[in-house]
């Protein structure tokens, strides 16, 4: 059974960081593409950075761009997003979801979701 969990949200200030685990179980990066997404109260869902092992690429969102990164540590089957320089608008629920090889911009297109983890970001 795949499962993903979502953890490391929380309350932050204007300019800190956050980083977030997704812990992985039931299948392995080699054969999945991992993203986050997150969605703000009112506001559709969005991609913000996705790594697929298949072509080795990562696929970032605008608003993830020069700020977020994405890795992943193989032994523990875990993908982090590492978040700098946040932004109150950069508050919402954020979600790990995992789909066969290839990242899609469409989150629809995702199989398996984490439950979220919610991170705000106080101005």
């Known amino acids: 059974e795949v499962q993903l969990v979502e953890s490391g949200g929380g309350l932050v200030q204007a300019g800190g960081s956050l980083r977030l685990s997704c812990a992985a179980s039931?299948?392995?990066?080699?054969?999945?593409?991992v993203g986050w997404f997150r969605q703000a109260p009112g506001k559709e869902r969005e991609g913000v950075l996705c790594?697929?092992?298949?072509?080795?690429?990562?696929y970032s969102g605008e608003s993830a761009k020069g700020r977020f990164t994405i890795s992943r540590d193989n032994a523990k089957n875990t993908m982090y997003l590492q978040m700098n320089s946040l932004k109150p608008e950069d508050t919402a629920v954020y979600y790990c979801?995992?789909?066969?090889?290839?990242?899609?911009?469409?989150?629809?297109?995702?199989?398996?979701w984490g439950q979220g983890t919610q991170v705000t970001v106080s101005s």
């Open positions: 979801a995992a789909r066969s090889r290839l990242c899609a911009p469409d989150w629809l297109r995702y199989d398996y």
């Open positions: 039931g299948f392995t990066f080699d054969d999945y593409a």
């Open positions: 790594f697929s092992s298949s072509d080795g690429r990562t």
